[in-house]
């Protein structure tokens, strides 16, 4: 394969060794599939006297998508919903019109050392559906279909793929995959979606002969697969599905097609119509421009994707 993209993280340590490598969006392709945001965080270790919490922030115009390796967080938000996220069940939270949520340490382990370790990604939402009544479902790892295929272990988690379909609801073609290679382990990716992108999550790998680092992901020719081998046991993420129905702007934790969307939602944070989550009282103000100004120019910090 002579035109494979490779995309190099954007780390960023958050404190307390609490780091974040962003590979979506990137200077070099803001989006695969509906995926506009990839974040890998972890392995990070959790101690009684520290915590990593996410405080309330709003969303709309998108879906968090959140998959844990190790680890726990809580998940609340302005529905009312209250959910442990546990290692490999997918949480899928429909921003939509407009959501609150927090991710905050369980009560329950307060006073424990534990690992946190996972991935967050945001699917937009396609044009008709930017508005729809926001919404969390949570799908526990034991309802995820597992299959063997070709001597690898591959969790279905978003999608259909080798026969295998996940039970969660999405409302554009959308492929995520949790793939274990063994050591030595030789695995041909089908074209399972017209756009497709693979993140070596702990170990280097090859793809189609070419050498892909952990961390690092690499988006295929559209319409295509690889043949992905791996000369240790290592994770792999695969990640597609059809192109977005145009293009994006993502501001702050606000995804649209529209500009005047993100300053309206702007607008609707600040004077907190956006809804509460029940028991918390903190409030993160907006981070400022483009928010205050009346329309948004192409250099406001507003994304096109």
Known sequence: MNDLLVLKP????????????????????????????????????????QSHDVRPHPHIGLATVTYLFEGAMMHRDSLGSVQEILPGAINWMTAGRGIVHSERKPERLRDDVYVNHGLQLWAALPQAFEEVDPSFIHTPAGAIPEVDVQGARVRVLIGSAFGASSPVATFAETLYLDVALT???????????????LYAVGGDIE???????????????????????????????????????????ITWNFVSSRRERILQAGED???????????????????????????PAPDTGTTPV
Do not use: N
């Not at 050591?183 to 992108?197: M, T």
């Not at 680092?213 to 992905?228: I, K, N």
């Open 183 to 197: 050591a030595g382990a030789r695995f041909v990716l089908p074209p399972l979606a017209p756009e497709l992108a």
């Open 207 to 249: 793809v189609d002969g070419a050498p892909l680092a952990a961390h690092t992901m690499a988006l295929l020719p559209d319409g295509e697969g690889a043949t992905v081998t791996a000369a240790q046991a290592v994770r792999l993420m695969v990640v597609g599905g059809a192109p977005l129905d145009g293009p994006r702007y």
């Open 10 to 49: 954007h780390d960023k340590d958050l404190g307390g060794g609490f780091h974040v490598r962003r590979l979506l969006p990137a200077a070099q392709r803001r989006s695969v599939g509906p995926f506009v945001f990839f974040d890998h965080f972890g392995p990070a270790t959790e101690e009684p006297d």
């Open 269 to 295: 944070w600040a004077a907190q119509r956006m809804g509460q989550v029940p028991g918390e009282t903190e409030f993160i103000p907006l981070p400022g421009h483009p928010f205050k100004v009346q329309s």
